[in-house]
């Protein structure tokens, strides 16, 4: 561990040293260069390819895409001539005079370009351009799925854990940088799923029907002030091209069990609307098996008192269909209107077998308990999206706004069987409990922003955000007493759920020579109440109520500097706030078999964390970041002991702190491969009080993640990628080291249309989470293997005329934050 921590160090300290030379050679003032693109009808051109030239030999100085609005801009420019060259498909080169820039004219805005459209009808034309798998970004990293081979027939969830930073505990909790509490968006809306339902979505939901993760650690004012460690938006696929086009995925997957799925991509397009699809089709089957061992001690002199071993096998069956249809309106060149309604459908079968020993200090068998189950889970998804835009002018004046309504409904059916044996397997007792378990929630969203450039150098961005969110959960069990089934009422519930997040920010930008400032306020007012309505059959009923009401401001702050052309540096603070998933608060048991039950907790309080970073960037490959957050109120997983069951449910234990260490990194090995590796130390600190005992619990945990891209000849490309992690810990949990390795190949198929991908997962069979919890009087370890390793094959076929349209497609809405803290079903 130390040597790796050394390691990890000293390339640390390689990356900050890089900018010392350069400190002599910072030099004086640069030039800045600015413009706009758009169409002989006035509509702006996004994605248009601009290119800076020096005028006396028109070789390249820079490159970029022109960004909302149809915007470029070029900064930290030396003195010389200069001209501007922009090309976009289906229009011809545009070449502008030469301009010079120097001490008296630093600051050059070239009026709107107008592109003039090709007389001559264009073929078919199929655009395969080759991106990068990881793009560092100012404010965010993004990790481009189909540029790495062994995503296909993968699912989201396993693109995540081999994602930069990114880490997936034992129950598929996310973690950024060590830290728990990520906000999950997709398409920019939260998915209103706690974590363990988010976990078994994503689980299940292919990665050919995403393009793109935008990993921020520290998000500006402008989004939903939850998740603590920052937001991963989950960008699915969508198509701008005019016409009739798009591409279908088909993909195999096997591991033990076969995980077939396939997907389709489409897109019609003319000059005043847009219409999209995509949708998809997963099947999978796989396995996970279980083992615990707990040892009880005493109170007095934490001697064995008795122990607890349980062997768990489960087989899962999890067919998921997911659907998004969506049009753009064109009003006008400057105004669109439109709608998205998307859902999902996911019916889980979940079926468990536990052996149970309950033994003496001496490790006789006193009592065996045999437990088969099974577990139907239903859930449905729909959600329904109008969005309007307006651009006020060229230079990026807009107004935007969303209204959402999302629901889910889900129903499970349980039937647990427990059958307890004496030493020789001599029937003693068995019981049968069968659990129906409806719930829905409703979901209402309207949120608005407005941005303003004055004089193309400060920007203000303001906006507000309501929601409405209603639950209302049922827990109906029953006892089957001689094949009747009699009302167990004592844990026979019914719970609702209200609450309103009512949301206004502020944020500005500006830019001052070569420093870049940006500062944000966000206030949200939360008001929430619970019912707990208990059950006819009890004489106190069990009613009860509970409400809050409370204000919270979340500044944000960032500041760049620019060195020079090859160093960079920046300094980030932001404050986040991390509620409760809305299941959480139910405080339901939920069993899981005889001797471990779930259970939520109604005052279970929000947490929040401040954060700072300071990153250096060297040469747009290598980024150094230093990082540190306090997060009060810390909740998390725990784990209560009653009698030899355990409850597992959310509790706040006091105070987390978190420090750590990142080296990032794209290095050129040779012209046909590209390395990415992912370097993290962090070191975490938890400090509190828990069912009566003091927490005093730290670790620093190391994290690598390498990502090797090969390019070939002919249209072959592979590759080999890998992760590992040390030592770490969660809350209550020690998770042992685990990593992985994965490899693939691919190759491009008719004229470039169609690819075909083969890839190994988990190849070695090493990812299998191994820990430790000790709590109250209960050390226990546990094992966890599921069906890891696999090989998939998948063939995609792209079709269609992709000639990128002028107008930005809105696919998504504004319901983000609550959407992530709903619990769902799905594949474990």
Request: no cysteine; proline share 3%; glycine share 8%.
């Amino acid at each position: 561990m130390k040597k790796m921590t050394l390691h990890a160090l000293l390339a640390l300290g390689v990356s900050i040293s890089a900018f010392v030379p350069a400190l002599a050679q910072s030099g004086k003032e640069k030039g800045r260069i600015s413009g706009t693109v758009s169409d002989e009808n006035k509509k702006t051109i996004e994605s248009a390819s601009v290119s800076l030239l020096h005028a006396k030999d028109s070789s390249v100085v820079r490159q970029m895409a022109a960004g909302q609005g149809g915007r470029f801009e070029f900064e930290n420019i030396k003195d010389g001539a200069y001209l501007v060259s922009v090309s976009a498909i289906g229009h011809p080169t545009y070449y502008s005079a030469a301009f010079e820039i120097s001490s008296k004219y630093s600051n050059v805005v070239i009026q709107t370009i107008q592109l003039a459209t090709k007389s001559a009808e264009l073929k078919e034309v199929a655009v395969t351009g080759r991106k990068s798998f990881i793009e560092q970004k100012p404010d965010r990293m993004v990790v481009n799925v189909d540029a790495a081979p062994t995503n296909a027939g993968s699912t989201v969830m396993d693109v995540l854990e081999k994602s930069p930073g990114v880490t997936i505990d034992k129950d598929g909790n996310i973690s950024l940088k060590g830290k728990q509490g990520v906000l999950i968006m997709i398409d920019n809306k939260p998915t209103y799923l706690n974590a363990t339902q988010l976990a078994n979505y994503l689980k299940s939901l292919p990665a050919s029907a995403i393009e793109q993760l935008e990993i921020m650690t520290n998000p500006s004012a402008k989004y939903d002030a939850s998740g603590n460690s920052g937001i991963i938006n989950i960008k699915t696929k969508k198509n701008k091209a005019k016409g009739f086009n798009g591409s279908v995925t088909t993909t195999y997957t096997q591991g033990v069990y076969p995980k077939p799925g396939a997907s389709a991509n489409l897109n019609y397009r003319n000059g005043k609307f847009n219409v999209f699809f995509n949708g998809g089709y997963s099947h999978w089957e796989g396995f996970q098996e279980l083992d615990i061992n707990r040892n009880y001690l005493n109170a007095s002199d934490h001697k064995i008192n008795s122990i607890f071993t349980q062997h768990s096998s489960m087989k899962f069956t999890n067919p998921e269909l997911n659907a998004k249809l969506g049009m753009d309106y064109y009003l006008s060149s400057k105004t669109t209107i439109g709608f998205v309604a998307s859902g999902f459908s996911n019916n889980e079968t979940d079926e468990s077998t536990s052996t149970i020993y309950l033994k003496n200090p001496s490790h006789s068998v006193d009592s065996i308990v045999y437990s088969p189950s099974i577990n139907k889970t239903k859930w449905r998804n729909g959600s329904f999206n109008l969005n309007f835009r307006h651009q006020f002018d060229s230079s990026g004046t807009e107004l935007t706004a969303d209204a959402d309504y999302v629901r889910y409904t889900s129903g499970s059916d349980q039937f647990f069987h427990n059958i307890t044996y004496d030493p020789n397997w001599n029937k003693i007792n068995e019981t049968i409990l069968t659990g129906d378990l409806p719930s829905q929630i409703d979901i209402y969203s309207l949120k608005s922003d407005f941005t303003h450039f004055f004089n193309h150098a400060l920007k203000v961005e303001a906006g507000f955000k309501t929601s409405y969110v209603s639950t209302d959960n049922q827990a109906n069990y029953f006892n089957v007493i001689n094949g009747e089934p009699i009302v167990d009422t004592t844990k026979t519930n019914h719970f609702l759920y209200r609450e309103n997040v009512n949301a206004v920010y502020v944020n500005m930008s500006r830019q001052v020579k070569k420093w870049n400032f940006q500062v944000g306020l966000r206030m949200e007012n939360t008001n929430y109440s619970g019912h707990q309505l208990g059950n006819e059959y009890t004489v106190n009923n069990n009613d009860s109520l509970f409400s809050r009401s409370y204000f919270n401001l979340f500044p944000t702050a960032y500041v760049s500097y620019q060195l020079n052309e090859k160093n960079q540096f920046s300094v980030n603070y932001g404050r986040r706030i991390d509620r409760p998933a809305y299941q959480d608060l139910n405080p339901f048991l939920f069993f899981l078999d005889q001797y471990t039950y779930q259970a939520g907790n109604p005052y279970l309080q929000p947490q929040y964390t401040d954060n700072i970073e300071l990153s250096h960037t060297y040469k747009g490959w290598l980024t150094t970041t230093l990082n540190y957050s306090n997060t009060k109120n810390f909740f998390t997983e725990t784990f209560e002991q009653d009698g030899h069951a355990t409850i597992v449910r959310n509790g706040n234990i006091g105070q987390r702190q978190n420090a750590g260490a990142a080296v990032s990194a794209q290095i050129p090995v040779k012209k046909w491969w590209t390395a990415i590796v992912y370097a993290n130390v962090n070191y975490n600190k938890f400090e509190g009080m828990l069912y009566g005992e003091n927490i005093h619990i730290s670790a620093t945990t190391f994290l690598i993640n390498l990502n090797n891209q090969f390019h070939f000849a002919k249209g072959w490309s592979g590759e080999l990628s890998g992760f590992y992690r040390t030592k770490g810990v969660e809350g209550q949990i020690l998770i042992e080291p685990f990593g992985q390795a994965s490899a693939a190949i691919s190759k491009q198929l008719m004229k470039d249309k169609a690819n075909l991908k083969l890839g190994f997962r988990d190849m070695f069979y090493t990812e299998k989470v191994k820990g430790q919890i000790n709590f109250q009087q209960t050390e226990a370890t546990f094992r966890n293997v599921r069906d890891s390793r696999q090989v998939s094959l998948s063939f995609t076929y792209r079709f269609g005329k992709p000639i990128k349209g002028s107008q930005p497609n809105r696919h998504s809405g504004g319901a983000g934050d609550e959407s992530k803290r709903v619990k769902s079903g799905g594949n474990n």
